[in-house]
């Protein structure tokens, strides 16, 4: 199975800029054939679903909460996920989530979680 | 968008006693796809089912789930001491992607 290890997340005051990443890992599976999808959690609120990719050629999808304001890419060579929040709000403050997802399946496997934290 | 709506939002049970979770979606779920998933405290989402009725790997048979169209429960047959957590319905069918507000299952 795959093993999913976010990075990046910290203290940023709003209005700035963050960039996580996703590590994937796993002898048996192949990434490049997964949909990855990003999920936050606020404190101590429920999950919100942010954005997916699919693989190639890829689609792209995103919440309304972050359309515009964040950006999901993938490098398939580097078996790794990314976000790129701009025009961060205070809301934004949440552990954020990267997973595995199939079409068929919802989201698989998931990672531990890397929390961003928007504050002046 | 498919809003997912969860009830009830807390049920207090006893370990042995039998869990019976509602999603309820404001549009047909497409093609069942509909997932559940397991958080506990500090830890990571778990997949539990997915297309509304199908254990993902390692999870026991106690975690069943039926439905289709907009009505959807999550079952759990006799209550674990670890099965205490909070459990969220997602739709994947149509995008964009929900989740319900979560059910907490508590002692």
């Known amino acids: 199975q795959i093993q999913l290890v976010e990075s990046g997340g910290g203290l940023v005051k709003p209005g700035g800029s963050l960039r996580l990443s996703c590590a994937a890992s796993?002898?048996?599976?192949?990434?490049?054939?997964?949909?990855m999808t990003w999920v936050r959690q606020a404190p101590g609120k429920g999950l919100e679903w942010l954005s997916y990719?699919?693989?190639?050629?890829?689609?792209?999808t995103y919440a309304d909460s972050v359309e515009g304001r964040f950006t999901i890419s993938r490098d398939d060579a580097k078996n790794s996920l990314y976000l790129q929040m701009s025009s961060l709000r205070v809301e934004d403050t949440a552990i954020y989530y990267c997973?595995?997802?199939?079409?068929?399946?919802?989201?698989?496997?998931w990672g531990p979680g890397t929390l961003v934290t928007v504050s002046s | 968008e498919i809003v997912l709506t969860q009830s009830p939002g807390t049920l207090s049970l006893s370990p042995g006693e039998r869990a019976t979770l509602s999603c309820r979606a404001s549009?047909?779920?497409?093609?069942?796809?509909l997932a559940w998933y397991q958080q506990k405290p500090g830890q990571a989402p778990r997949r539990l089912i997915y297309?509304?009725?199908s254990r993902a790997a390692g999870i026991p048979d106690r975690f069943s789930g039926i439905g289709s169209g907009t009505d959807f429960t999550l079952t759990i047959s006799r209550l674990e001491p670890e099965d205490f957590a909070v459990y969220y319905c997602?739709?994947?069918?149509?995008?964009?992607?929900?989740f319900g507000q979560g059910t907490k299952v508590e002692i």
């Open positions: 997973a595995t997802a199939t079409f068929w399946g919802g989201l698989d496997f």
């Open positions: 796993g002898a048996s599976d192949t990434f490049s054939d997964y949909y």
């Open positions: 990719i699919t693989f190639s050629p890829t689609t792209i």
């Open positions: 549009q047909n779920v497409y093609s069942r796809y």
């Open positions: 297309g509304a009725s």
């Open positions: 997602q739709q994947y069918g149509s995008s964009p992607w929900t």
